[in-house]
């Protein structure tokens, strides 16, 4: 069973767009939702993370929008650049102890 | 160098031989992590070491996966007898505690192929 789902699984925006990337879980024990990005033969590197008592967190151009009692989350990139094509992925965990990922968005931004 | 080093960075090998990954983690961080990434596919937990505490195997897919983390440091995930369906990056990554608070940093991957 996926405990994290993530939608689209690709995406392609014009650079300048805002791409958005969707997750959504079920269990309400989960206290820590990371997003992570990964370039190919690399491994992937956190981007930015938000608690469940906060609705929204920016970093830079990256923003995570987050709904409690939707259970969902999103990720926003503001002034996408060709530099931002990579795999995304949306993760959850609860204590820290195991983490669950999403199975990952890949994102193209077009010059 | 100050990251997560993995080796081999690649690794063929025959059906039914058996291999050993090994992950370098950070130094001073107590918890460490191993996933395996399927094509296409998002991060799949292995196994998980905190500090000097029982690791959590709960992700293990099979009595063939095997990990060993020596000195609280340097990690060896072994695979007996292998098959195709081994074939996908382990990935490994450690943090500070395993802490919630504590970011996961990730090493570049050993990327396994079973002939």
């Known amino acids: 069973q996926q405990q994290v789902k993530q939608s689209p699984q690709s995406l392609i925006v014009q650079k300048g767009g805002i791409p958005i990337i969707n997750c959504a879980y079920e269990?309400?024990?989960?206290?820590?939702f990371p997003w992570y990005q990964q370039f190919p033969g690399k491994g992937p590197a956190l981007l930015i993370a938000i608690r469940p008592d906060v609705s929204e967190k920016k970093e830079g151009r990256f923003t995570i929008s987050f709904n409690k009692s939707a259970k969902q989350f999103s990720l926003h990139i503001m002034d996408s650049q060709p530099g931002d094509s990579a795999t995304y992925f949306c993760a959850a965990s609860k204590g820290g102890n195991q983490f669950y990922f999403g199975t990952g968005t890949s994102l193209t931004v077009i010059p | 160098g100050a990251g997560v080093s993995q080796s081999p960075s690649n690794k063929v090998t025959e059906k039914g031989k058996d291999v050993e990954l090994r992950c370098d983690p950070i130094s001073g961080h107590t918890a460490l992590y191993w996933y395996r990434q399927s094509l296409g596919q998002g991060l799949e937990f292995l196994i998980y070491f905190q500090g000097n505490s029982a690791p959590d195997k709960s992700g293990l897919p099979s009595d063939r996966f095997s990990a060993e983390r020596t000195g609280g440091s340097v990690s060896t995930l072994t695979i007996q007898r292998t098959q195709q369906e081994d074939s996908a990056v382990y990935l490994c990554a450690s943090s500070l505690y395993g802490d919630s608070n504590q970011p996961q940093h990730f090493g570049d991957g050993t990327r396994l192929s079973i002939l």
């Open positions: 269990n309400t024990a989960f206290d820590y």
